[in-house]
């Protein structure tokens, strides 16, 4: 059972260009989330999706940030219009459900960085 | 707000012996904690985790304590080796919804 998937592992933009981040969930798994690691500090959660919809964006920046999970394919972090404060790793993580709606725990993908020049 | 927190940034131990690992926490809402280990340019792992209704989980080397009332976990892991070496992060959550992770602590294993 292969892991979660993401690409690409490294990114670089320049800024003011857009960067697309992928994820491919643990088979079996319908519940993605996206995390940032900025240099010397913990995961930020971003985005909690299902397929087709956004269930929890509460972390996510108002403008420029946008994330799907459509029913058929990877999930996508947009980041529009870069700027350097962008640089850092991103996770993907996902998680499936017991049939009493439980969650299990969350499995990270290797994580994309992306460097904003 | 930090809602979870790791005070300790690094904790060295010789091997063998036993790496303690503290997180404390100020929602009590939260009902459920983890314990991952990232190792650089990876993405964490989970190691071991707790419901709010225990105060006790063991696999292998690995046990987690809760303390409800201090509102503090921690992470046992004994007999330390050198490969236990990386940064360890307490995460939280509520609602089956987002994790909630402190700021990690790095563990060294020395020989």
């Known amino acids: 059972n292969a892991g979660v998937m993401q690409n690409p592992r490294h990114l670089v933009r320049r800024r003011g260009q857009e960067a697309r981040l992928r994820c491919s969930p643990m088979k079996g798994h319908s519940h993605v989330y996206w995390y940032r690691q900025l240099p010397e500090e913990g995961l930020k959660f971003m985005v909690y999706?299902?397929?087709?919809?956004?269930?929890?964006e509460s972390g996510m920046p108002k403008e420029r940030f946008s994330a799907e999970f459509p029913k058929e394919g990877p999930s996508i972090l947009r980041i529009q219009q870069v700027v350097r404060g962008d640089s850092a790793a991103y996770f993907c993580a996902s998680s499936q459900e017991t049939s009493t709606g439980y969650l299990y725990e969350q499995y990270f993908g290797p994580g994309t960085r992306l460097t904003v020049t | 707000d930090q809602q979870v927190k790791q005070n300790s940034p690094s904790l060295s131990v010789q091997e063998g012996r036993i790496s303690i690992l503290n997180c404390d926490y100020t929602?009590?809402?939260?009902?459920?904690f983890l314990w991952y280990k990232k190792y650089p340019a990876e993405g964490p792992t989970f190691l071991i985790s707790i419901s709010s209704i225990k105060d006790k989980n063991e696999d292998g080397r690995f046990t987690v304590f809760l303390n409800k009332s201090a509102k503090h976990l921690s992470l046992h892991i004994v007999p330390s080796q050198p490969g236990d070496s990386a940064v360890y992060f307490c995460?939280?959550?509520?609602?089956?919804?987002?994790?909630?992770f402190g700021t990690g602590t790095r563990l060294q294993v020395f020989p």
């Open positions: 929602n009590s809402m939260f009902d459920y």
């Open positions: 995460a939280a959550r509520y609602n089956t919804d987002k994790l909630i």
């Open positions: 999706l299902q397929k087709e919809n956004i269930i929890d």
